[in-house]
């Protein structure tokens, strides 16, 4: 049994462990260490490489290394899918980022808004966003089956298709490409309401309170207040959105593979379909490397809008 005089610090160890506590240049270096080596390990090895792979002639068959300067890079340029899957991914992004900040925001005023069963609603909502992405998606690609579909079902019902007709979801270009976004913002919305609801909550209740009183309606303080305050976080949803948007193929693997014909293909999935399905890794490097000064300017951007806002 340890005795009182045992917990008591001896006066020769406590000056040396005080000052290892009160060194906090030490003890912030071995906080971010581990963070360090794994950004390092995960992120910058993986990048030195793909840099490395663009330059070669590596493939799948055959993985010794040849230095072939910027052959790869002038055939990339003459693939037509790569000019379409880059414009597929800035449309992709566009659209999807409007739909999932808009949306959020309206679902972070519903999160927030005192309701009866508000823990129900707020569990579904994040249901979405923590559901595995491939199985989620499996769950869409069922409803958007061109045959089976419950969705076509439903449309029957109301009448806005025949008795044989049917939505063919995944099957043409414009209708693919919708498909795919709509699942998209239907998975990171709830990311977006999160963060969103986060700023909602650090807005004082007096300035509402007194706008209420000078007779502000809910408008008014919509456009004149919650949104100015909400800027920011709402910038910071929106750069996060962007990057996970720019760089998901997850959804595009799982419904369409990039089809019919490439319209739905995105500079995430090519790279993947050339490098990894097609054995070119080479080729497959280069693709994947124009997602990162397009994701670069995009988070300076977003950023800099960000530190204006706050600098008002």
Partial sequence: ?????????????????????????LLAWGFLLPSIVYIAALVGVPFV?????????????????????????????????FWRALGNTFVFTLISMVLIVVLGKVLANILIADFRGKWLVRFLVLLAWTTPVALSSISWLWLLDSIYSPIDW????????????????LG???????????????????????IMMAGLMAIPKDIDEAARVDG???????FEITIPLVLPV??????????FTFTDMAVVRVLTRGGPNDATQVLASWAFYRG?????????????????????????????????????
């Fill in 276 to 312: 990894i399905d097609g054995g070119d890794v080479a080729q497959g490097a280069v693709i994947a490397l124009f997602l990162f000064p397009l994701l670069l300017a995009a988070a300076v951007l977003i950023l800099r809008a960000v530190r204006r806002i706050e600098v008002r």
């Fill in 234 to 243: 709402a910038a910071v949803a929106a750069l996060f959105g962007a990057i």
């Fill in 172 to 194: 043409q270009p414009g209708l693919s490409m919708a498909s795919v976004i709509v699942v998209h913002v239907w998975r990171l919305t709830p990311l977006a309401a999160v």
């Fill in 1 to 25: 049994m340890a005795t009182a005089t045992d917990t008591v610090t001896s006066p020769a160890t406590a000056p040396a462990r005080r000052r290892l506590a009160d060194r906090d240049g």
């Fill in 49 to 81: 490489l793909a840099i490395a792979f663009a330059f070669s002639d590596v493939t799948a068959g055959d993985p010794s290394y040849d230095f072939v300067g910027f052959r790869n890079f002038e055939r990339v340029f003459h693939d037509p899918v």
């Fill in 216 to 222: 502000a309606g809910y408008w008014r303080r919509m």
């Fill in 154 to 169: 439903m449309l029957r019902q109301f009448g806005a298709l025949g008795p044989a007709e049917n939505m063919y979801w």
